[in-house]
C-alpha cells in the first residue's frame, strides 16, 4: 500500500469547513487504500504564542474530532507530533540543508509573520516549512493530502529530499501533494476571494465545526453572494456563489451542473437554506461524536498511545539511517 502522511493544526480549537472539506475528509477516505499517518501538529503550533493549558485541552480536541470525522484507529497510525521525538531531529538536519533564501520564500511564513508582526514571528515560524518537510520525509511518504495552501511546501519537501538524496545517497521517497482540485480552497464566506482560515478578519466568514449549528446555519444564510440573482458556478465573476456550490457539492455529492439546473430561476435565498440545512445535519452529529471522545479521555490516551508507538518505529528508522549518512558517529 503507498503511504501517506499529514497533520492539523490544534490552535483554533474548533476545526473549521475548509479543514475539513480541503484535508480531513480525505483522510478518512484515504485510510481505506493506503498505509495512513495522520497526525496532531502540536510543535507547529508553538510557532505563535500558546497558553500551556489551551494547547494541551486543544491537541486532545483535535483528537477527538478526527475520530468524530471517521479516522479508524484501526485503520490508520494516529498521533501527536511531540510524541515522537524525531521530527525535531530530523527537523535539524533539513534545518541544515535548506538556504535562507529558499526558507525566505515560503508564502504562508510571509503571511504568518505578517500577521505576527516582524518583530514578532519567531525564529521557529520561519523554519516551520522546514519542520513540514521532516514530518513528511520520516514516514518515506508516497502523497501528501492537503489543500492548496500547502503546496509550496510539498515542493520545498522534494526539492530537500532530492538534495539529500543527491548528496548522501538515496534516503528519501519524493512525495507528490494530493489536493483535490474541488474542494482544495474553501473560501471565506464573507470575502469569497480568500482562503477560508481561523485567523479570518471576520468569525462571520469562518464555519467553525463546534459552533452551535444555529450559528452555523446563520452564518450560512448571511454568506456574500453578489448583486445578480444567477445560480452559476463561476469563480471569477462569482466566488461566493461558486464556493456555495462546492460545499453543496461535497457534503452531499451532487454534482455541480445538477444542482445549477436544480436552483435555476430560485435565487439565492433557496441555495442558502437548503446549504444550511445540509450543513446543520453535518454538524450536530459532528460535534455529539466529538464531545463523546471527550468525555472518554481513556480511550483518547490508548489510541494516542498505540499511535505514537507505531509512528516511532518507522520514524526511527528513517532517522537513523539518515544519522548515519550524514556521518554522526554512532552512540554505544
Ligand atoms: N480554506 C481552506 N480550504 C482548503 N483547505 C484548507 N486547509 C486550511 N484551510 C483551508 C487545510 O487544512 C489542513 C490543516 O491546516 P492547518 O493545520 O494549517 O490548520 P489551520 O492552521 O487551522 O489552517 P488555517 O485556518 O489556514 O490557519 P492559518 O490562519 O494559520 O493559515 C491543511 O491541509 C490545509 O491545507
Given amino acids: 500500500r503507498p503511504r501517506v502522511l499529514s497533520g492539523i493544526q490544534p490552535t483554533a480549537g ?8 480541503g484535508a480531513v475528509r480525505q483522510w478518512v477516505a484515504l485510510q481505506e487504500t493506503h498505509d495512513a499517518f495522520y497526525m496532531v501538529v502540536d510543535l507547529h503550533a508553538i510557532t505563535i504564542p500558546q497558553d500551556p493549558k489551551e494547547l494541551r485541552a486543544n491537541t486532545r480536541l483535535a483528537v477527538a474530532q478526527l475520530l468524530a470525522a471517521g479516522l479508524d484507529p484501526d485503520r490508520c497510525t494516529l498521533f501527536v507530533q511531540s510524541h515522537v521525538p524525531e ?16 526558507a525566505s520564500r515560503m508564502t504562508q511564513f510571509k503571511d504568518k509573520a505578517a500577521k505576527q508582526g516582524a518583530d514578532r514571528a519567531s525564529v521557529g515560524l520561519f523554519t516551520y516549512p522546514v519542520l513540514q518537510v521532516a514530518d513528511i520525509l520520516l514516514y518515506q511518504a508516497n502523497e501528501v493530502p492537503v489543500g492548496e495552501d500547502q503546496r509550496q511546501h510539498i515542493e520545498l519537501t522534494r526539492d530537500l529530499a532530492e538534495r539529500f538524496n543527491g548528496r548522501f545517497g538515496e534516503t528519501f521517497t519524493i512525495p507528490k501533494p494530493y489536493i483535490l482540485k474541488e474542494t482544495a480552497k474553501i473560501y471565506d464566506l464573507q470575502d469569497p476571494t480568500v482562503k477560508m482560515s481561523k485567523s479570518a478578519s471576520t468569525p462571520k466568514g469562518l464555519i467553525n465545526l463546534l459552533d452551535e449549528p444555529k450559528v452555523t446555519a446563520k452564518k450560512v444564510k448571511s454568506a456574500v453572494t ?13 466566488p461566493g456563489v461558486s464556493n456555495l456550490l462546492t460545499i453543496l457539492s461535497t457534503l452531499t455529492g451532487a454534482e455541480i451542473p445538477e444542482l445549477e439546473e436544480r436552483y435555476a430561476g430560485k435565487g439565492y435565498g433557496a441555495l442558502k437554506t437548503d446549504l444550511a440545512e445540509v450543513m446543520v445535519e453535518f454538524v450536530t452529529p459532528f460535534k455529539e461524536r466529538t464531545q463523546q471522545y471527550l468525555d472518554d479521555p ?3 490516551d490508548s489510541v494516542l498511545a498505540k499511535g505514537a508507538e507505531k509512528a516511532r518505529a518507522v520514524a526511527a528508522e528513517t532517522l537513523a539511517r539518515t544519522y548515519d549518512r550524514v556521518g554522526f558517529l554512532p552512540a554505544k
Fill in 226 to 238: 453578489d448583486t445578480d440573482t444567477v445560480i452559476r458556478y463561476d469563480v471569477v465573476e462569482k
Fill in 87 to 102: 521530527h525535531a531531529q530530523l527537523g535539524w538536519v533539513m534545518n541544515c540543508l535548506t538556504g535562507f533564501g529558499e
Fill in 298 to 300: 481513556e480511550t483518547l
Fill in 14 to 21: 474548533s476545526f473549521h469547513l475548509g479543514n475539513y472539506l
